[in-house]
């Protein structure tokens, strides 16, 4: 498995001259946007807007449209940060937070998201291995990996499930490897052509919005 980043990184240094033009619109991207929306804590403090996740929720998909038209057209600007204070050793004063409205932590998740690393799938040589995580950077103790039917003849990935549930996309993230868990190879003697490969199942960096499968532009 390698970082999908790892591949863009190496280009980059490769050709310096290049210009990446085929992320951003996943930022803007409105599924993505509501995934992140879901992702929120609706428990979290308020923005200096005081908009809370219910009340945004109310028209969810007409505020998603237009944040992704802000944002497509370069019109989106950050709300201020609302300073709260926690408390912390040796200071009356405490550690000051910079609290993001709403909307904000939309964006922010969305491009952290775009930006993550993502570990790639292919078939195991081995049965089983179990990866143990320090704890020290790593919340979830050991990540493993099973690889079931594996012989000389089932090369092919048929199916796979992260933690139990399935999983149609040939790669995951870094935040789910961190948080720990178990994925599950299904191995078979022919390529099930089906898993994988659908376009929404392409790693981030390897599609694009019209569907090029680029990463770079042109150099200017």
Not at 50 to 77: A, F, H, I, P, Q
Not at 169 to 195: D, K, M, S, T
């Amino acid at each position: 498995m390698a970082t999908d980043l790892t591949r863009i990184g190496e280009k980059a240094r490769k050709e310096p001259g290049l210009v990446f033009t085929s992320l951003y619109h996943h930022i803007y991207d409105v599924d993505n946007l509501r995934a992140c929306y879901e992702t929120l804590d609706a428990n979290k403090a308020t923005g200096v807007d005081g908009v809370t996740k219910e009340e945004y929720g109310r028209n969810l998909e007409e505020n998603l449209r237009d944040l992704s038209g802000r944002l497509r057209r370069m019109g989106y600007r950050p709300g201020p940060k609302r300073r709260s204070y926690i408390p912390k050793s040796g200071s009356e004063k405490g550690r000051p937070l910079g609290i993001s409205n709403l909307e904000d932590k939309i964006v922010e998740e969305a491009t952290k998201r775009t930006l993550e690393p993502i570990y790639e799938i292919t078939s195991p040589i081995f049965d089983s291995v179990v990866i143990h995580l320090d704890r020290q950077f790593y919340g979830g103790g050991r990540f493993t990996i099973e690889a079931r039917n594996n012989s000389v003849d089932n090369v092919y990935i048929q199916s796979a499930t992260l933690n139990g549930a399935p999983l149609s996309r040939p790669w995951f993230y870094h935040r789910e490897f961190a948080a720990g868990g178990r994925l599950v190879l299904e191995l078979g003697p022919q390529p099930n052509e089906e898993w994988g490969s659908r376009p929404e199942d392409a790693p981030p960096s390897m599609s694009s919005e019209d569907g090029e499968g680029e990463c770079c532009g042109g150099v200017d």
